[in-house]
C-alpha cells in the first residue's frame, strides 16, 4: 500500500500586495516559515518580499493540490484576489493561524 499525504494550496503577497505567488506543499507551516525566512534568497518570494500568507487550502492528496495550483496560475489576477477576499477580507497574515 502506498502511503499518500494530503497536500496545500497557498498564496503569498507582499507588504503592498502587488504581487502574488502561487505554491504547493505538504508541509505549509514550514514551507511558510522559509519564504518568510527568506532560507532561498535568490528565489522569486526572496526577491519580492512576498511572505504574508494571505490564502491556503487543504486537499486530502498532494497530486488534488498540485492540479488546484496549476489551474489557480491559469486565473486572471482579479480572479485570485475576488479568491483570497472571500477567504480573508482584510488580507491578514494567516501564518499565525496554522500554527494553533
Known amino acids: 500500500m502506498v502511503f499518500q499525504r494530503g497536500g496545500c494550496v497557498y498564496i503569498l503577497t507582499n507588504k503592498m500586495h502587488t504581487v502574488l505567488y502561487i505554491g504547493v506543499t505538504s ?7 522559509e519564504h518568510k525566512n527568506k ?9 519580492y518580499n512576498c511572505d504574508k500568507l494571505v490564502y491556503y487550502y487543504f486537499y ?3 497530486e488534488e493540490a498540485i492540479v488546484a495550483e496549476k489551474s ?8 485570485k484576489n475576488n479568491l ?7 488580507w491578514i ?7 494553533e
Open 60 to 62: 486530502s492528496h498532494i
Open 39 to 47: 532560507i532561498h534568497p535568490k528565489s522569486f518570494t526572496a526577491k
Open 93 to 99: 497574515d494567516l501564518y499565525d493561524s496554522i500554527n
Open 84 to 90: 483570497i477576499t472571500e477567504l480573508n477580507i482584510g
Open 72 to 79: 489557480l496560475k491559469d486565473r486572471s489576477r482579479a480572479y
Open 27 to 33: 508541509d505549509i507551516a514550514g514551507r511558510v516559515w
